[in-house]
């Protein structure tokens, strides 16, 4: 796998490789630096921070709030820090990684413009070999995939999107320089979380907006402002019980979670509820009713009870009913906007349903739909990510016996705890497919990971073993129960990314663990029996 350059040169070595520069490279860095261990971070991009540093999008802000959405591990740093709003938005995200990038003397250790291409793992010296688009190679005894859960861009095929003029931007590949809209004609293609964030900021500029929707989701006001100096202090005075009731949660952030049922309750009790809830915003929805997502019936009333608001804020009734979801209320992640229906009570907004019938093709001028083209002088793809495993499989990892992790994965993920996968020893994933990851706050599941992977290291060091690998028999039991517990719910009733719905060709398997309290509960267990299920080797 040697390019010519780096043929020349023997690999470097470390101890611990980290892919990704994200706040899971990031809290991977900082801790097994602690440890002692010579660790490097290999970043493509040319700056930190991950889902944050390449989604610039108009609008991007996190939809968990922010005294939650940021690192626990360091009492020091969540006292100093400051949040200026209530949900942050992306710069100010990013000037927090750049803060803890300083604060914890990272920089030397993380390396950019380096996207890892291939990591082998050469059985007889028991260390991966990893290359990189630099033409680098470098040979280390763990490697740490933190390679985020929504970092591989979904850009769909159409036809002759080529022989478009104008700029196509995809909101996950954002131009750092920013974009500006004013008195341009155009087309925004798709409706899932980041088009509902950037649509109403888009509109303000635009001379036209055309927003092409497949699927309508169902999105709550966030309800973001300013974060008051009150709400701050009496968060820092005892943030550690902020912290403990969120880890108690099956999300793992904190809300308001109704212990109620809503088949306990009757039809008006519940439209009360969603009352309170649209006024709190964001996903304080999930605390809605304890059976939300388990009880159609419940999730019927709730579904309703939204769909009543987009007919009472969108004044035209043909734009009302398309934007109005017929699917499960929160089956998808649930959105949150600043005044997205609002929007197409705009003159210059139209919403174009592309369901039946789809795009058709790209033209010198624009798109075409139905047989009618529709011109712009530039077109967003808000199309989402092949989410979990992209990042993953885009990198050619290969395991004991040379065997592809996109071979083994060819009919799904497959891993134990979203951790580890069998016949890939000492490889780890943070916020893997199999783990709590995207249905939790990311922070929380990050960092119980990468506490995790150093216990394990720790663990390794201290009895003299050199691998770990998860038993096929582990792992097979793992992918059963990661889907049996999300078949106890509505979540996969629905064409959502959780199911690798949206990307054509993808497997369809349920990937993240519903749960973060029994997850978190699960591996103390297995940590505790001596790491069952685990295979651990001697020298
Ligand atoms: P997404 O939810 O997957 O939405 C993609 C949109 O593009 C969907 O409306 C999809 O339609 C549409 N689409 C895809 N291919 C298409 C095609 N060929 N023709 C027409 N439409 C097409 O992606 P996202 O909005 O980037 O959000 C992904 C996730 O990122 C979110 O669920 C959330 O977890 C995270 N996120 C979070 C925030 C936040 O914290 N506030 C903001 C942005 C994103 P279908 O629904 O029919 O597939």
Not at 193 to 199: E, F, L, R, T
Not at 527 to 536: D, I, K, N, Q, R
Request: hydrophobic share 40%; proline share 5%.
């Amino acid at each position: 796998m040697a390019t010519d350059r780096a043929a020349a040169q023997a690999p470097r070595s470390l101890d611990m490789i980290i892919v990704g520069a994200g706040f899971a490279g990031l809290y991977m860095l900082h801790k097994a630096r602690r440890m002692g261990l010579d660790a490097r971070v290999l970043e493509a991009g040319s700056g930190a921070g991950g889902t944050w540093y390449w989604n610039r999008y108009p609008g991007a802000r996190c939809d968990i709030e922010s005294m939650q959405y940021s690192y626990q591990f360091d009492e020091a740093l969540e006292q100093e820090w400051h949040w200026s709003e209530k949900y942050a938005a992306q710069p100010e995200l990013l000037e927090y990684v750049e803060h803890v990038i300083q604060r914890f003397g990272l920089a030397e250790a993380i390396q950019y413009d380096t996207r890892v291409e291939a990591a082998h793992f050469d059985e007889t010296a028991n260390r991966w070999r990893v290359r990189a688009s630099t033409g680098e190679e470098f040979s280390a005894r763990y490697c740490v995939m933190a390679t985020g859960c929504l970092s591989s861009a979904n850009v769909p095929h159409f036809e002759n999107k080529e022989l478009f003029q104008g700029p196509i931007y995809h909101t996950g590949q954002w131009p750092h320089e920013g974009v500006d809209f004013t008195g341009l004609r155009v087309g925004v293609i798709g409706t899932g979380s980041s088009a509902i964030q950037a649509i109403p900021i888009i509109a303000e500029q635009a001379a036209e907006l055309t927003v092409f929707q497949r699927t309508p989701a169902f999105t709550v006001p966030a309800r973001n402002r300013p974060l008051t100096d009150e709400e701050e202090a009496a968060i820092k005075a005892d943030y550690p019980s902020l912290r403990a009731r969120a880890k108690q949660q099956i999300l793992a952030f904190d809300i308001q979670f109704n212990e109620r049922r809503g088949s306990e309750v009757g039809a008006e009790e519940i439209r009360a509820e969603c009352e309170r809830r649209w006024e709190m915003g964001a996903l304080n929805w999930y605390g809605a009713f304890a059976d939300l997502l388990t009880d159609p019936h419940t999730n019927e009333i709730v579904s309703d009870w939204v769909r009543g608001r987009i007919a009472e804020i969108v004044k035209d009734p043909a734009t009302a009913q398309l934007l109005t979801p017929k699917t499960i209320f929160g089956c998808k992640r649930i959105c949150a906007d600043t005044g997205y229906y609002e929007t197409f009570n705009r003159a210059n907004v139209t919403l174009v349903d592309v369901s039946e019938k789809p795009i058709e093709e790209f033209t010198a001028r624009g798109l075409v739909v139905d047989g009618r083209e529709y011109a712009f002088d530039a077109i967003v793809s808000a199309t989402g990510f092949d989410a979990m495993t992209g990042s993953l499989n885009r990198i050619d990892i290969r395991g004991r016996a040379g065997q592809p992790l996109r071979e083994k994965w060819a009919a799904g993920p497959r891993t134990y705890l979203g951790l580890q996968a069998a016949g890939f020893p000492n490889l780890f994933m943070i916020s893997g497919p199999g783990s709590p990851s995207v249905l939790t706050c990311m922070m929380t599941s990050i960092e119980q990971h990468v506490e995790f992977i150093a216990d394990v290291v720790e663990h390794l060091g201290s009895n003299g073993l050199v691998s770990i690998e998860p038993t096929v028999v582990a792992e097979d039991q793992w992918v059963e129960h990661v889907n049996e517990v999300a078949g106890g719910t509505l979540l996969n009733g629905c064409n959502s990314w959780y199911l690798g719905a949206n990307v054509p060709g993808k497997p369809r398997v349920f990937m993240p663990y519903v749960g973060f309290p029994a997850y978190a509960e699960k591996c103390r267990q297995i940590v505790a029996a001596g790491y069952e299920g685990f295979a651990l080797r001697a020298a």
